[in-house]
């Protein structure tokens, strides 16, 4: 299911101060909505600037989709939705760009959420005390139980929460409010402290702490996969249906590309491999899609808060050419991964007639997965 990502970042932000809009400010030597960009890297990001902000967004937003934003927030998250309508867009995220330090584990917690739930955000239960002030004096307290703060993305199934503003008046705080107008319900997912919203002058100090103390884990998994040739009329290479002579012999479909690649993101993941997951003594994977086994090394990925970084494959043999089918394969591993086709590569080398694939008895397949996890 495709993924997209609004970053709502059209408003002014006065009580931050400085000369920019509160997005635009520098956070550890870059923009603040650069930092919110980084987190989304690999999906398809919609941003929401203000007509002013069109050269700054240009400028760091690269690959992404400009919307102009609307009188309102609610008006100009409508705007960004409509702009994905009819795409094949099936989940959506809706984020504050004054978040920077969103984590890859809080996004995969709001999107393993909406694998069972038309609508997931993340919240932090109330903790302090609740007063009600009036001229500067408690006027009263209130019971903090059930309450929540709420943060963002906030993820919806995309027709659901399109219909939802549609039918809105406007006027709603954030996005769940409108979907619950709409009569969906939200699951609450767990927040983070880090993920603040930056508002005014003292949390630009604060984010700048939290950045400091954060260290990176880079992850970096191999894969290695053949198949023998059979009796057949084409072969699938990457995703790809490619026509040959023979067919490759296998407990699944036999994709010896993705299936290296899949082992590679099992690999940084310290994971094991396929048959660890899909145990090919199990009937039910037997001629199995193996972007099956792929979606669920990515999103296994995710889950532990890691972002595809980028990714390689390189098939060894000396038939089919791969050239002609090379750039169907690198959009169709994308797409399966939910991240940009331009961090994956998928090229070809024969091993000069020598050993089996010299011989033209199989396809081999290298793979190379990097993660990261800010």
Same mark, same amino acid.
């Given at each position: 299911?495709?993924?997209?990502?609004?970053?709502?970042?059209?408003?002014?932000?006065?009580?931050?101060?400085?000369? +920019? *809009?509160?997005?635009?400010?520098?956070?550890?030597?870059?923009?603040? +909505?650069?930092?919110?960009? /980084?987190?989304?890297?690999?999906?398809?990001?919609?941003?929401?600037?203000?007509?002013?902000?069109?050269?700054?967004a240009e400028a760091i937003a690269d690959g992404a989709l400009l919307v102009e934003g609307g009188a309102s927030r609610d008006q100009s998250v409508r705007n960004a939705l409509e702009?994905?309508?009819?795409?094949?867009?099936?989940?959506?995220?809706?984020? &504050?760009?004054?978040?920077?330090?969103?984590?890859?584990?809080?996004?995969?917690?709001?999107?393993?959420?909406?694998?069972?739930? #038309?609508?997931?955000?993340?919240?932090?239960?109330?903790? &302090?005390?609740?007063?009600?002030?009036?001229?500067?004096?408690?006027?009263?307290?209130?019971?903090? =139980?059930?309450?929540?703060?709420?943060?963002?993305?906030?993820?919806?199934?995309?027709? /659901?929460?399109?219909?939802?503003?549609?039918?809105?008046?406007?006027?709603?705080?954030? &996005?769940?409010?409108?979907? !619950?107008?709409?009569?969906?319900?939200?699951?609450?997912?767990?927040?983070?402290?880090? =993920?603040?919203?930056?508002?005014? *002058?003292?949390?630009?100090?604060?984010?700048?702490?939290?950045?400091?103390?954060?260290?990176?884990?880079?992850?970096?998994? =191999?894969?290695?996969?053949?198949?023998?040739?059979?009796?057949?009329?084409?072969?699938?290479?990457?995703?790809? !249906?490619? @026509?040959?002579?023979?067919?490759?012999?296998?407990?699944?479909? #036999?994709?010896v590309g993705m299936h290296a690649l899949t082992d590679a993101l099992y690999g940084a993941l310290a994971e094991g491999d396929i048959g660890r997951h899909f145990p090919p003594s199990? @009937?039910?994977?037997?001629?199995?899609?193996?972007?099956?086994?792929?979606?669920?090394?990515?999103?296994?990925?995710?889950?532990?808060?890691?972002?595809?970084? =980028?990714?390689?494959?390189?098939?060894?043999?000396?038939? @089919?050419?791969?050239? @002609?089918? #090379?750039?169907?394969?690198?959009?169709?591993?994308?797409?399966?991964?939910?991240?940009?086709?331009?961090?994956?590569?998928?090229?070809?080398?024969?091993?000069?007639?020598?050993?089996?694939?010299?011989?033209?008895?199989?396809?081999?397949?290298?793979?190379?997965?990097?993660?990261?996890?800010?």
């Amino acid at each position: 299911m495709s993924t997209a990502v609004i970053i709502v970042a059209a408003g002014r932000g006065s009580r931050a101060g400085g000369e +920019l *809009p509160k997005q635009w400010q520098t956070l550890a030597g870059r923009p603040v +909505l650069g930092h919110t960009l /980084a987190a989304f890297a690999g999906m398809d990001r919609v941003v929401v600037i203000h007509p002013d902000d069109r050269a700054r967004a240009e400028a760091i937003a690269d690959g992404a989709l400009l919307v102009e934003g609307g009188a309102s927030r609610d008006q100009s998250v409508r705007n960004a939705l409509e702009a994905l309508a009819g795409r094949g867009i099936g989940r959506v995220l809706i984020h &504050d760009g004054a978040r920077p330090l969103v984590s890859a584990a809080l996004i995969g917690r709001v999107l393993a959420a909406l694998e069972v739930s #038309a609508a997931a955000a993340p919240a932090l239960a109330v903790t &302090d005390a609740l007063w009600t002030g009036v001229q500067g004096r408690v006027s009263g307290t209130r019971d903090r =139980n059930g309450l929540y703060r709420a943060q963002t993305p906030q993820g919806f199934h995309f027709e /659901a929460i399109l219909a939802a503003h549609r039918a809105h008046p406007g006027g709603a705080a954030d &996005d769940v409010e409108v979907a !619950r107008a709409a009569g969906l319900d939200v699951t609450i997912v767990e927040g983070e402290e880090d =993920n603040l919203k930056l508002t005014f *002058p003292a949390d630009f100090w604060r984010a700048e702490t939290i950045l400091k103390g954060r260290g990176m884990d880079i992850r970096l998994g =191999n894969g290695f996969d053949v198949h023998a040739f059979c009796p057949g009329d084409h072969v699938w290479l990457c995703g790809v !249906r490619v @026509p040959h002579s023979k067919a490759l012999l296998g407990h699944s479909d #036999a994709d010896v590309g993705m299936h290296a690649l899949t082992d590679a993101l099992y690999g940084a993941l310290a994971e094991g491999d396929i048959g660890r997951h899909f145990p090919p003594s199990d @009937p039910q994977w037997k001629g199995a899609e193996s972007h099956i086994f792929l979606r669920h090394a990515a999103e296994l990925a995710r889950a532990r808060g890691f972002t595809i970084s =980028n990714c390689d494959v390189t098939l060894i043999c000396e038939r @089919p050419k791969v050239g @002609p089918h #090379a750039a169907a394969m690198q959009a169709a591993l994308a797409a399966i991964l939910g991240i940009e086709a331009s961090r994956v590569s998928v090229k070809a080398t024969t091993s000069e007639q020598l050993g089996f694939t010299g011989r033209e008895e199989g396809i081999a397949a290298i793979a190379t997965a990097t993660l990261v996890q800010l």
